[in-house]
């Protein structure tokens, strides 16, 4: 495995990202818990309020029969989300706006982030409820497309502020407004820039010194891509690493190997059968990845 190469940037005006309150989208379920106790400590760390979803179904005939009763709308269940809610944030260092809704959970989530100015979406998986499962899948995919407001998707319970991340890059636009936006919300957090290239199929048998020259080109191209890069502050990455193998793979053992806490990923609005491949590509980070994951849309959004 390579060595990350130290990283130290020249001071840059930082792009600021929008201040605005972060939105906690939870089914209220024990792994959204994870989620609702991320979001508060963000909340609290940058000072911003904390508004909390939760999305009932509109009629028992749409809920999942394995679901419970006060999942399913109606206005003492509504209350009873509301004070469940209350009780978890009932913090008086975090300023908080609780609201229970109605209808489609991606509907509503994405209508209230865009009201509200949202700066982040921050929401859980929990594979053994109805609507766990939406938000590991299509929910998630639906949010990319159609909200610019990156999407932090928790898995594992906060222990303070991320300490070390890792923001994955192809050099795309989409992965540098990534790592720009991770600058941004995670100012304290030192992040690691990470790039995955693969060898052409057999050309690792040639000539001695290829994997070398391989490996210099990449990290050349990593470092045009920082110069090229705006608004980053000093020591903003920390350290990059490329290493020539399947992305996927590499990201996932890299993460679990030296436990990061959290992974940066940037997403494309493309519609069509395209999009279908770039969910599915998200999808595969978040089932595959044992930390959590902050899912950004590109800066730019696909016209067609």
């Not at 020249?10 to 939870?26: E, F, K, N």
């Not at 890059?169 to 995955?196: C, I, M, N």
């Not at 990061?260 to 980070?285: D, H, P, Q, W």
Request: proline share 6%.
């Amino acid at each position: 495995m390579a060595a990350p190469t130290e990283f130290s940037a020249s001071p840059l005006s930082h792009s600021s990202v929008a201040d605005g309150p972060i939105l906690l989208a939870t089914d209220l379920s024990a792994r959204c818990d994870r989620a609702l106790d991320r979001a508060v400590v963000l909340a609290k760390a940058r000072g911003v309020p904390l508004i909390a979803l939760h999305v009932l179904e509109s009629a028992p005939t749409t809920a999942s029969p394995a679901a419970p009763s006060w999942r399913r709308f109606s206005e003492d269940h509504r209350e009873l989300a509301r004070y469940r809610l209350g009780l978890d944030l009932n913090d008086p260092d975090l300023k908080a706006d609780i609201h229970v809704e109605s209808g489609d959970a991606s509907d509503r989530i994405v209508e209230f982030a865009t009201q509200y100015g949202c700066s982040l979406i921050v929401t859980g998986i929990a594979r053994d409820e109805s609507l766990g499962k939406l938000l590991l899948g299509s929910t998630v995919k639906k949010l990319v497309r159609h909200v610019a407001v990156p999407v932090l998707v928790v898995k594992n319970r906060p222990h303070g502020a991320y300490r070390e991340a890792v923001v994955a890059t192809d050099f795309s636009p989409e992965s540098r407004h990534a790592l720009q936006v991770a600058a941004g919300l995670f100012p304290g957090t030192s992040l690691l820039l990470f790039h995955a290239y693969e060898t052409p199929f057999g050309m690792r048998r040639l000539a001695e010194g290829l994997g070398d020259d391989a490996q210099r080109d990449a990290q050349m191209e990593m470092n045009a891509f920082l110069a090229a890069t705006p608004g980053l502050p000093a020591g903003v990455p920390s350290c990059t690493l490329v290493e020539d193998g399947e992305p996927e793979t590499l990201l996932s053992d890299h993460v679990f190997a030296q436990r990061y806490e959290l992974v940066v990923a940037g997403t494309r609005r493309v519609k069509g059968i395209m999009g279908a491949m770039v969910g599915s590509v998200a999808e595969r980070l978040l089932e595959a990845l044992p930390c959590d994951v902050l899912l950004v849309r590109g800066a730019e959004p696909d016209a067609r």
